[in-house]
């Protein structure tokens, strides 16, 4: 069972992800042109949290990323695929789960996201400069 998805760069189309379910995993092939410089990351929306999928690599002439994700990891269905230029995403704070995290309600634009492995919230860059202002 294969799925497409249309991926996003600046909330323009940018390429395509497709999705293949393999048992407990989804074999995920995506494949983009960009005018942009820099290196990119490939991060998916599944409605509750932003996961970082990784660093989109040289395929012939178009950047990309192939690699095999576990279903549970990113969900079923609802998802949002994009890429962002690496270091423009925000800034992410890992949450400890005995520390709480006193300033979570002052961040309106915080999402919940997982890097490498460690959960914590993703900042918005002008959230954080507001909430640092107050």
């Known amino acids: ?57 040289f395929y012939g002439q178009a950047l990309g990323v192939e690699r095999y994700i576990p279903v549970k990891r990113i969900g079923d269905g609802g998802l949002r695929f994009y890429i962002m230029e690496a270091g423009k995403t925000g800034t992410f704070v890992p949450i400890a789960n005995d520390q709480p995290f006193c300033r979570f309600d002052d961040l309106l634009n915080a999402r919940f996201a997982i890097q490498s492995g460690r959960k914590g919230i993703l900042l918005d860059r002008n959230a954080l400069d507001h909430s640092t202002a107050m």
């Not at 294969?2 to 996003?8: F, I, R, T, V």
């Open 1 to 57: 069972m294969s799925e497409e998805y249309e991926l996003y760069y600046h909330d323009s189309k940018a390429g395509r992800v497709r999705l293949c379910k393999c048992g407990m995993f989804y074999q995920l092939t995506c494949r983009f042109q960009t005018r942009g410089k820099g290196v990119f990351r490939l991060y998916v929306d599944n409605g509750t949290e932003i996961i970082d999928l990784g660093q989109c690599v």
